[in-house]
């Protein structure tokens, strides 16, 4: 079985900080949709070009400069470029709060984090992050603070929200049109 592969958009909390319009967004891939209800964070190279640049829509999107054209097409306009370290330990709106919440870990404050581990060899170039569902995900948690919940059971069945008690990747579809319906996904390829 292949995991659906989604781009989201995740809100910046203050674009304005970073010189950017109203409803700038990191823009992230992931080939594991399941996992986003646990999203905590998201990392960035510190050493590559990241690009805020308008989508079809004119909306402003964070992402390797060196994957603009292969996302966002041909001749999208660049409002700005940062490197990785200029984006660090930047707030954005989560994709879900209710795991945190119910765990009592309260509001964390989601945001980006540098690795050197993200490629920019498919995706984004900037990487949703999960703690307990992988290593690098995991590093980058400890080295900023970020709280870790295991999602799902000894079993493989989530643990919150409306797919509670759902084999992890069987939510994969109900997750997705979740994510429709808060509006932060952009684009799904199958
Ligand atoms: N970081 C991974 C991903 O984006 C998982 C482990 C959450 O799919």
Redesign the pocket.
């Known amino acids: 079985i292949q995991d659906p592969s989604v781009y989201v958009t995740f809100a910046l909390r203050d674009p304005a900080a970073l010189g950017l319009p109203a409803g700038a967004a990191f823009l992230v891939w ?3 949709p399941w ?1 986003l209800p646990y999203n905590v964070g998201v990392a960035l190279h510190p050493d590559f070009e990241y690009v805020a640049a308008l989508d079809k829509d004119g909306r402003a999107l964070i992402l390797a400069r060196s994957l603009l054209t292969e996302v966002l097409g041909e001749g999208a306009e660049v409002l700005k470029s940062f490197r990785g370290t200029e984006l660090e330990r930047v707030a954005y709106e989560p994709p879900y709060t209710e795991a945190y919440e119910a765990e009592g870990e309260g509001k964390p404050v989601w945001m980006s984090g540098l690795d050197t581990y993200v490629s920019d060899s498919d995706g984004t170039g900037i ?4 703690p307990a ?2 290593e690098d ?1 995991m590093r980058l948690a400890r080295n900023y603070g970020l709280p870790v919940i295991v999602g799902v059971d000894a079993e493989g069945k989530h643990r919150f929200g409306p797919w509670k008690g759902v084999f992890f990747r069987d939510a994969n579809t109900d997750i997705v049109r979740d994510l429709r319906g808060r509006g932060v996904m952009w684009k799904e390829k199958n």
């Open positions: 992931t080939t594991t996992t990487v949703h992050t999960a569902f992988g995900d």
